[in-house]
């Protein structure tokens, strides 16, 4: 019971991560259709970013975690929108129109230029961090019964709920959602209708940038280590997480992260570490053959 | 008027080159140095300056260049643009002679045993394009995970010929059988879902067979791999340079004993395959089979209107295409005598869908080129192991901005009225 | 009247209801056709029409009623329950698109072949005999070129057949999804409004190929038209939809004067959609 809390536990602070990360695949695919294959690559942008600007903000002498913190957040969260608008304006906006598979490559490519872009700049052995954030609650401790959470993982699970409602405020009820809303519609009918779309699509791509950043900061902090790579792996769940939640759907990328963590911590935990990420895929297929569009995914007929 | 533009060009590569600078800070700017001690940083400023410089002089010649070629930069061109009524005589005779230039290549000149021996890499991966071709240039299906069943194939043809010491030739239906197995095995369940989500089932997919591939070690071998695969032999003659158990190649034709002799003969065996595996696909695409391929990428649910089960006809397109990827992992295996998880991770996937896309989806021509500028050409620069990737990344964006069709795309019709009409008077 | 002078009954329709979210897009609809007759639905835009034939060929499901088609032999099929391939290839329902749906990468000779997949699928032995070039086979291709011959004659498309079917003009796509329609050699004919965007010369050659078609072969057509002119002389039949439900039912003659239906033309906001006979017959109705 106790071991079941606690994987519980664990795989809520990962399904978070993911959540954020998927957050960024859903509203891309959302408003131009297109499986934005580097943003795995963006987040793993955000948490080298976020590695030296902890790196920095401690050359600097800022020893106040929580300030250091707070300013690391902002800097990466900015920079690496950056890396995400330069992404969309290079790569994907010149293709917008064309097949369904221009988009994809030019992707691809994106992210293996991230890959090595990162590995040569910053070299290609793992970056170590201590721990910065330390300490913990024990929720339950009687005995050898023994549930803790830490400071750490509170502050994962709580920025990230505070994030997501944000966000999902202000794509419910700003006109910046509306404008984002209409451009999903049709595309077309937006510009026509004084929408500016390239606006729209360059800030949904700044602000799941931002969000992966985040995530990025995140993963830093909890792992302790991070290197070029991780962009793929957690690229692949995020975008599960996406298709499990039902994709276009925010709610539905919260959901679908929270869940692919849960079965990864339970699936390492129960049954094997090695093969956790053919139980997340298991759970993919069987989830989309029993229901096509998604957890959250609206059932829709296709119009003939 | 030039001034103007003048102006305007460079207040554009002045924002460019800001823009540069600020990406660069970040990652350029500051260098993480893990030590004994733990990390440290480093400061390399000049590096952001150099991105900006070379960010503003880019951006500037890339205005002039448009400037003077102009409408060759259009690249609008609409769907029945790239069909052709032209049965391509050209493109065909132009095929043919690339087909003699791969029959005599190894006794030019210039041919050594490194050009051979790269020249059969590229044919692998023309073979894999073509195979890949049918599930995304004619059927218009997704696959991120083609790697997975080349990997099969790979692996079957080892185990196979280890384990019960099966000759290569039976060896390879089968390992062809076995990924076409898993092809059906995969397709059946997803292949009634949207495209995306086939493309993100056949990523987890490949996955998912890399990690077993890493992790069933009393089968596979783990993460170490199968090691001393079966080796090809002439029609049963090894190439080495004796054997206990007969007479070997060079000692059955009197020949002096020589490497290269295996070399040659890997390069014919894959250039036969892939020539197979080219013949094959314009055949089936004039069959119905393939018309319905076709038809299924333009329109499903014309195809749903006129009868055409489109989860069949998808499902068989897979099961082809992952059958020839498990003829090239058999070839992959025996040529190299062993094999590892490390060569079928998804990078693999992502160049042969590459070399698809690029080379003009379903144009198998193109797909040759594509297999030469992408896996021929930065063979030579191996040294340069990670520049080499960031280049073929750059590259890939690049090609798909310039021609989003790819290099070559064109189509034309598999049956022509007129020419039925000619053969008929 | 006698039950033997009346043309068999191919398509019956009761109580069909549809529902997407809010709106009853087909409410309790029944209605029948006939072998060897022209049944026109007509009704204002977002009626339901085209949800109809949906229903019909197996794209939606609808929620409510059967949909019962008999053929010539006497075999009976329950579209309701059959997947939409099936329908095209056993129930033998086929149907032209409202938005054209063609291969438009393809040649129209090969759309043709397409229309044709089952047989031909069938003689090359599921590619066997076709990968080995048998006889059989060859022989097989060549009725089907030359079925696809035919109705490119029919349709005056035979100097394009090996043109790109999506670079043709409007009025030859419209053709050519009805030749490719008649190649896959239905029973039952659906055509969601072949004549939207025709000029009228072309309106009129159209008239004449569907009653080719009926000529020829006794395929029974269900036509969704706006056009009044085509619908008042050459369908036997008219059922006029309005919100999903059936307001009328009967010969040309008996709808053009009908009050509800001139009621549900007025009723529309949209005044373009006003067909110039109704406008007559509305005219002679508030007199
Ligand atoms: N797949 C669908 N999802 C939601 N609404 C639909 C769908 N298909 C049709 N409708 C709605 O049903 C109504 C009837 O549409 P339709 O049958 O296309 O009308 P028409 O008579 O002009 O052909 C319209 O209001 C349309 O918006
Ligand atoms: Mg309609």
Known sequence: MDYFLQQLINGATLGAIYGLIALGYTMVYGIIGMINFAHGDIYMVGAFISLIGLMVMGALGLTFIPLALFLVVLLAMIFTALYGWTVERIAYRPLRGSSRLAPLISAIGTSIFLQNYVQIAQGARAKPLPPMVRGSVDLIHTGNFQVTISYLQIMIIALTVVLMAGFTFMIRKTSLGRAQRATEQDMTMASLLGINVDRTISITFIIGASLAAVAGLMVTLYYGVIDFYIGFIAGIKAFTAAVLGGIGSLPGAMLGGFLIGLIEAFWSGYFSVAYKDVGVFAILVLVLIFRPTGLLGKPEIEKV | MTALRLRTELVDALIAAFVAALLALPLLGFKLTDSATGLSLDYRWPLVGYAAGAVFTGRLAIGQLRHFFGARFDRTRGQSDIYSADPGRARIMFGWALIAIALVLPWLPFADKGLVDKATLVLIYVMLGWGLNIVVGLAGLLDLGYVAFYAIGAYAYALLAKTFGISFWLCLPLAGLL??????????????????????????????????????????????????????????????????????????????????????????????????????????????????????????????????????????????????????????????????????SFIESAIILAVVVLGGMGSQIGIVFAALLLVGLPEWFRELEQYRMLAFGAAMVLIMLWRPRGLLASRSPTVRLGKLAEAAS | MNKDTLPQRILEVERLSIRFGGLLAVNDLSFAAHDREITAIIGPNGAGKTTVFNCLTGFYKPGVGRIRLTHADGRDYLLERMDDFRIAREARVVRTFQNIRLFAGMSVLENLLVAQHAALMRASLFSVAGMLGLPSYRKAEKIAIERARHWLEKTELIAAADEAAGSLPYGAQRRLEIARAMCAEPVLLCLDEPAAGLNPHESLELNELLLAIRAETGTAILLIEHDMSVVMQISDHVIVLDHGAKIADGSPQAVRADEAVIHAYLGTPDSEDLPPDLAIGIAKAGR
């Open chain 2, 179 to 344: 990924a076409a197995s898993f092809g059906i095995l995969l397709g059946f369940p997803v292949l009634r879902l949207r495209g995306d989500y086939l493309a993100i089932v056949t990523l987890g997919f490949g996955e998912i067979i890399r990690v077993i591939l890493q992790n069933w070690g009393e089968v596979t071998g783990g993460p170490n791999g199968i090691n001393s695969v079966p080796r090809p032999t002439f029609f049963g003659l090894p190439f080495s340079a004796i054997s206990p158990t007969g007479p070997t190649f060079h000692e059955f034709f009197g020949l002096p004993f020589s490497p290269v002799h295996r070399i040659y003969f890997l390069y014919y065996l894959i250039l036969a395959l892939a020539l197979f595996t080219n013949i094959f696909i314009i055949r089936i695409r004039r069959l119905p089979a393939g018309r319905a391929w076709e038809a299924l990428r333009e329109d499903e649910t014309a195809c749903k209107s006129l009868g055409i089960n489109p989860t069949l006809t998808k499902l068989a397109a897979f099961a082809t295409g992952a059958c020839f990827a498990g003829f090239a992992g058999s070839f992959f295996a025996t040529r190299q005598g062993f094999i590892s998880p490390e060569s079928f």
